[in-house]
């Protein structure tokens, strides 16, 4: 069985019109999870929010501060090519905490 991480709260990282990521792709891709059989052939994985420690496996403290502060504002940028909105860092911890969860799915399988 394949797992699909999927959550609504991904669908909330918006990073502007211009940019090639948008919440678009994921709204076709939940449109196709609703076909029966492609439904049938896939898990549904909720994710939880990663912790603080968690994301701290892999990024230093003073990275995930910096993230943590574009909490709630409409519109930032990481770097000229990750742009971030009000729910980004949110969907941020939905993300990694998915991952954890798959490697979880996988280890307990």
Known sequence: MTGVVKHRIFIEHKTGP???????????LYEMLKDKDIAERLEILSPRKASREEIEY???PAYFDYVAKT???SSSSLDMDT????KSFEAALYAAGGVLLGIDALINT
Do not use: I
């Open 71 to 73: 909490e709630g504002l």
């Open 83 to 86: 742009q971030l909105s009000a």
């Open 18 to 28: 211009s940019h090639p990521e948008s919440p678009r792709r994921l709204e076709v």
């Open 58 to 60: 892999n990024h230093m």
